[in-house]
């Protein structure tokens, strides 16, 4: 058989392929107009058939392969992994797959073979048939996306050390500024108290603004350590029950400012895993905006509840306040940024950054639907789910 396949490849393959009733050179014809590379070694690893895409990739010609092994034309690390790759088909007795490095013109190239044992007819393996197709091009793409992707983890993990050195500098000078400011406010404040008879009115004025603003910037000092807080706080989640935390975050707002009158609506059953602590935090401060926007109505309404959009819980607090313009959207929970002047409503702009720090640390997301004078309705999740904005 060895002499008759390597001086006739179309021999070979009617040998090999005995019991097909399609002719030997329609099966040269076919595979020899396909695009993968495709192969028969004998039992001794001979080559009894390549065909004309072996030629193409390899640069060589039929009648200088047939008859010749992988050894002899390839280097040896790559012809022996072939070779055992042929013995595993015939001890399998059936097709086998997987993936071979072959030269290129441009370098090594990634192979996804399929070889299979060829039975004579006492059902003797006789010889071994490859088909092989290039994956080379997949194969550097996926390799350059998983160096992306761990050039981003790195970057990512690079990220987080900064922001937490950039945090623990926050927190310590706004942590050692209290005390001198709040030295400068209480001296400013005895002044006012039990000097102010024995100064001219441009002085008390100006006492006055100094302790404003002692003041000011100590409640900064006490927004920035709160907002540093919620990053550095350790995570403890467990069951949490939203309505319950509304309830007493409303409860707390009526009697800080019993002349108010709000429709607060909060449905039942609202409940999260998370943290409890830092929940709390982002509700508070969610409804409280609902509450401090809804100060010029006299019909105030406050609602908190919940809705799926694919499949994703998803919590909101709305309301029919003030509201906001969507052109600022990208401003929304940049800490220290206001969307209304301060004459209008009281405070830093520091709630919403507290609140989209919190949602992040669950791994959630938050979003936004406000019109100006129509009120604001903000979306929350507390998982890693993308759940987008329901319509209505």
Same mark, same amino acid.
């Given at each position: ?29 076919? *595979? ?60 399998? &007795? ?36 490859? *088909? ?53 406010? &209480?001296?400013?404040? *005895? ?29 900064? *000092? ?62 508070n401060n969610l409804i409280g905006n609902a509450w401090k926007f809804t100060g010029g109505r006299p019909d105030a309404r406050i609602e908190v509840g919940a809705t799926l959009s694919e499949g994703d819980e998803v919590f909101f607090v709305r309301d029919n306040g003030a509201g906001f313009s969507m052109r600022d959207f990208d401003r929304l929970f940049q800490p220290f940024q206001r969307l209304h002047a301060a004459g209008d409503f009281a405070g830093h702009g520091i709630g919403l950054s507290i609140v989209h720090r919190v949602v992040s640390r669950h791994g959630g997301r938050i979003w936004a639907?406000?019109?100006? &004078? ?19």
């Amino acid at each position: 058989m060895e002499t008759d396949s390597a001086s006739d490849p179309a021999a070979a393959l009617a040998c090999h392929a005995h019991d097909t009733q399609i002719g030997t050179e329609q099966l040269l014809a076919l *595979i020899d107009n396909t695009s993968a590379v495709i192969y028969i070694h004998d039992q001794s690893g001979r080559y009894v058939l390549i065909n004309h895409e072996y030629e193409r990739r390899f640069d060589v010609r039929r009648e200088d392969v047939v008859g010749r092994t992988d050894h002899e034309l390839f280097p040896s690390h790559i012809a022996d992994a072939f070779r055992a790759n042929d013995r595993f088909a015939v001890r399998a &007795g059936g097709p086998v797959q997987m993936e071979e490095i072959a030269p290129g013109p441009d370098g090594p190239h990634t192979y996804l073979t399929v070889k299979v044992p060829l039975m004579d007819r006492a059902g003797q393996a006789c010889a071994v048939a490859g *088909i092989s197709t290039d994956i080379t091009e997949r194969k550097r793409a996926e390799e350059k996306v998983r160096r992306l992707n761990a050039e981003l983890e790195q970057r990512v993990r690079e990220l987080e050390v900064s922001t937490k050195e950039l945090d623990t500098f926050a927190y310590s000078v706004s942590h050692d500024l209290r005390a001198p400011l709040g030295s400068m406010a &209480g001296l400013a404040e *005895i002044l006012i108290q039990d000097h102010a008879d024995g100064l001219d009115e441009e002085a008390r004025h100006y006492l006055r603004r100094i302790h404003d603003n002692a003041a000011r910037m100590s409640q900064l *000092i006490d927004d920035l350590l709160r907002l540093s807080r919620v990053t550095r706080a350790e995570l403890r989640c467990e069951r949490v029950d939203l309505s319950r935390l509304a309830r007493a975050a409303v409860a707390d707002l009526r009697d800080a400012d019993p002349r108010r009158e709000v429709n607060a609506t909060i449905d039942d059953d609202l409940v999260c895993t998370g943290d409890t602590h830092l929940v709390q935090l982002a509700l508070n401060n969610l409804i409280g905006n609902a509450w401090k926007f809804t100060g010029g109505r006299p019909d105030a309404r406050i609602e908190v509840g919940a809705t799926l959009s694919e499949g994703d819980e998803v919590f909101f607090v709305r309301d029919n306040g003030a509201g906001f313009s969507m052109r600022d959207f990208d401003r929304l929970f940049q800490p220290f940024q206001r969307l209304h002047a301060a004459g209008d409503f009281a405070g830093h702009g520091i709630g919403l950054s507290i609140v989209h720090r919190v949602v992040s640390r669950h791994g959630g997301r938050i979003w936004a639907d406000s019109t100006p &004078g129509a009120g604001a309705t903000f979306f929350f999740t507390l998982t890693d789910g993308h759940a987008e904005p329901p319509s209505g």
